[in-house]
């Protein structure tokens, strides 16, 4: 990781540009990033809702 950021700094990447080479060492390493997790949203029971 650190030879990694020393080479971004070295070629003065971009944002972008880092985040390609990125996305290409993932590529190439065959990693993949988690799945973000999706939650329900939480609704009131109608107790509450006359509650408030």
Do not use: G, I, W
């Amino acid at each position: 990781m650190a030879q990694l950021v020393r080479l971004a700094r070295r070629e003065r990447l971009s944002y972008d540009e880092f985040a390609y080479v990125c996305q290409q060492a993932r590529k190439k390493l065959k990693l993949e990033k988690p799945r973000r997790e999706r939650r329900l949203p939480q609704f009131l029971t109608a107790e509450e809702l006359k509650a408030k």
